[in-house]
């Protein structure tokens, strides 16, 4: 029973994909007499969290239910207030729990069980985790989640070799490219995709968010403020190295990266373990020896071979789209 009402509160959850920022989705399910008496979600950053929305729908009574969270109730007060310290108003006899917070301010579990509140944890624990990736990753590791995105034939080019690239995919593929620049934060380039193909990389549909733009520009070629990467959402130049960009979006509380850059940059990327995820969207066209290769790095030998594990694979028009992790 408790997976049940915990799978619709994860559901709930990723209703705030594209609008809670820095802040992970949460979803929030009340439960009394096994009937759902109030459903909720984080629907904007800097808003009540869900358990908050849940709870003032039935006037903050909870009593003799049981409160289904996808996420360790916050116990700090910040721009809302502590989520911990209304569930304990409410006098819930239950609380259960998908995945506790790694946020160090956060430490409500005892607090509600010092108040009398029998608390479940790892209900779906897995689904929790990967739902709210990048910001579990940032916590415990102060780098965000780095979803490289690539674009390709399939012989694994991704332009000709004058740089001629469009359009290699189709244009459902370039649709699906809008909304995965959209469930992230930020995008990363480099100077030589801005200065070949002049991108704005922000996304279309002004009912979704476009990400900050961060351009790694080790050799200060980026001078031309006519530029369309300085239209639309900010953009940040840079010369810092791969890592340090990343811890820099760390700091400004950046969850979710999109890589979407050249061989070069990507390779680099990918030669220094900083890329959680791939995405390639696959065009069934053949490019041919003298085009450029989708990744820029070096392998010596088979033991320094990058293995993936393939999750996900779509087929988009006549476009196969293939979700991958770097296998550990």
């Known amino acids: ?62 009593k003799n239910a049981t409160i289904y969270t996808t996420l360790e109730p916050c116990s700090h007060q910040g721009k809302t207030p502590s989520c911990a310290a209304e569930i304990i108003r409410s006098k819930p006899k239950k609380v259960v729990i998908a995945a506790l917070d790694n946020n160090p301010k956060v430490s409500s579990v005892a607090l509600m069980q010092a108040a009398g509140i029998e608390v479940v944890t790892g209900i779906l624990q897995a689904q929790a985790l990967e739902l709210n990736r990048g910001f579990h990753k940032r916590m415990e590791n102060n780098s965000p989640f780095v979803t490289c995105k690539i674009a390709s034939s399939l012989d694994g080019k991704i332009a000709l070799n004058s740089g001629e690239s469009k359009w290699i995919t189709n244009e459902f593929s370039r649709a699906d490219v809008q909304k995965l620049r959209a469930q992230n934060q930020a995008i990363i380039t480099g100077s030589g995709t801005v200065l070949a193909d002049n991108p704005s990389l922000d996304v279309r549909d002004k009912n979704l968010p476009s ?51 050249g061989s070069l940059l990507s390779g680099a990327f990918l030669s220094e373990n900083l890329i959680d995820e791939f995405i390639f969207y696959q065009a069934p066209i053949l490019l041919g020896k003298e085009a450029i290769s989708m990744l820029n790095f070096e392998v010596k030998n088979m033991n320094e071979k990058r293995q993936l594990t393939i999750s996900d694979m779509k087929i988009i028009g006549d476009n196969l789209r293939i979700t991958a992790r770097i296998k550990p």
């Open 211 to 261: 990400p900050i733009k961060i351009v790694m520009d080790r050799s200060n070629k980026i001078t031309d403020k006519s530029l369309n990467i300085f239209k639309g959402k900010q953009a940040i130049i840079t010369n810092k190295t791969p890592q340090q960009v990343l811890s820099l979006l760390a700091e400004m509380q950046i969850n979710n990266v999109l890589l979407e850059a």
């Open 1 to 62: 029973m408790h997976n049940k009402y915990m799978a619709t509160a994860l559901k709930l959850a990723s209703k705030g994909r594209f609008a809670v920022g820095s802040n992970p989705m949460v979803g929030c399910v009340i439960v009394r007499d096994e009937q759902i008496i109030a459903k909720a979600y984080h629907q904007k950053f800097g808003q009540n969290h869900a358990e908050i929305n849940a709870l003032e729908s039935i006037d903050f009574n909870a």
